[in-house]
């Protein structure tokens, strides 16, 4: 990475030096594609998303553990009284009850109660008074929650994690798929544009040439004024279409380089790449959607709203839990004197919760996410087999280009006799001069057109590895 960045600053202080269109630096396509899935905006958002989720699926696998708690709260009250103490009811209640049992032919029940009675209201002032006084008081305590049956929530949960981080990872490939494709047509823009050039180059010396010709020609009297007119205007036109093809290069290098992660007026150039494109283009009638990203994205969507199903399902069956608290007291004063002492204390117990009813709630969310499952299976459905049209349609596509770029390459070389004919009888006085500029003109519109073939095989061969999943093969 720093050698790119070296890289990247000794190139923009070429590009902006004086000489900078004397030292351009030459690309490969691997390279535009290399340094354009290093620079890509989107891209790097892509990862962070998957990193994003990543995380999450690592969040939702803690709740397969205890979560344990501390916690301490300190109270300060200046609440405090007495709490009178009733012990000569107990004491009366209690002797009267034995008399009675002693010598029940002496005491009975109503003399009972009223012996009771009695001894209740001579023992009362001596009820004891305890005075307390709330005070500082510091409760600490650790708190354990474990779940041990939440009706699947905890799985599906889970599995909805892992199946984010795939469609995270999936959507940084389909990001990237898209950067490949833009990096190709721009690429193999500046190629067609540089072989554009080169076309309208040789086309404007053939007309030099034969300007020099008629001009001589002219000197000697042989044609008129208006036959060199006739050349002039087809040198004008032959200016014209090299301004336009030179143009055309400035306008795909800036695309080229705002692509890449270049300042647009970075000077650079690329590799021209004239081999024959019609024997080795990989494509095969056999080839299927099933490689495609978007293909395993809507699989995975898919996957997701089923899982949500069942991650509302849970929300309606019983959930059980294990809980333990332990906890340190201090305070309460009694009598002036410290009760607790950093008392421990500690329970533990089992939470069971089984829904019953909330407006049928549950069951409606439960029949939503359902219904969205079938929605999505549809949708993917539906979107397989549109992608297995666009395959088929690239296939044809690229098929036709074959036919057509072979048929150019023949057209070409019709054109490049017809021309060599035609020159032939001018030079003898066999033809005129506008059967001559015919034959110029043609064969620079079959040279073009063989340009353009050759792009649009490219560009299409592109297009349909992308629809069969053979990107990065």
Known sequence: ??????????????????????????????????????????????????????????????????????????????????????????????????????VPWLINKNMQQRIANSLTNRLSP???????????????????TQPLYMGGKIRAGHRMGTLGVKMAALNETLTSEQTVVAVHEAYNLLVKAKEMRLVALKY???????TKDVQSALRNGMVSHNEEMKVMVKKSEAELKLRQAENGI??????????????????????????????????????????????????LKSQLAEQQVKLE?????PQLGLVANGALIDGLGIDGKKVLHFKPAFNVGVSLKIPITHGNQARNKIRAAKEEAARQRLEQAS??????????????NVEEAQLELAMRQRNLE??????????????????TLSELLTAQLLWQQAYAELVESRYQLKSKVVKWRKAAGRLFY
């Open 250 to 299: 400035r306008l795909a290098r800036m695309n080229l380089c705002q692509i890449i992660g270049l300042p647009t007026n970075t000077a650079i150039d690329v590799e021209t790449d004239n081999n024959d494109f019609i024997e080795n283009i990989p494509y095969s009638q056999k080839d299927s959607i099933m490689g495609r990203t978007e293909y395993q994205l809507l699989e």
């Open 1 to 102: 990475m720093k050698k790119q960045i070296i890289w990247f600053l000794i190139l923009i202080l070429i590009a902006s030096s004086p000489s900078g269109l004397l030292a351009q630096q030459v690309f490969s396509l691997d390279s535009c594609i290399s340094m354009a899935l290093q620079t890509n905006k989107d891209i790097l958002a892509a990862q962070h998303q998957q990193k994003k989720y990543e995380y999450e699926k690592r969040a939702l696998r803690g709740y397969y553990f205890p979560e344990i708690n501390v916690q301490a709260t300190d109270i300060y009250s200046t609440l405090d009284g007495g709490v009178l103490i009733d012990i000569a009811s107990p004491i009366g209640t209690l002797v009267a009850q034995q008399m009675n049992e002693r």
């Open 313 to 317: 399902t849970s929300n309606f069956l």
């Open 126 to 144: 001596f009820n004891p008074v305890i005075d307390y006084k709330i005070g500082n008081v510091l409760i600490t305590g650790i708190h354990l």
């Open 383 to 396: 979107l397989n087999e549109k992608m297995a049209l666009e395959l088929q349609q690239q296939t044809n």
């Open 414 to 431: 019709q054109c490049d006799e017809n021309l060599r004919v035609s020159r032939k009888a001018y030079s003898v006085g066999y033809e």
């Open 204 to 210: 404007d010396s053939l007309l030099v040439q034969l």
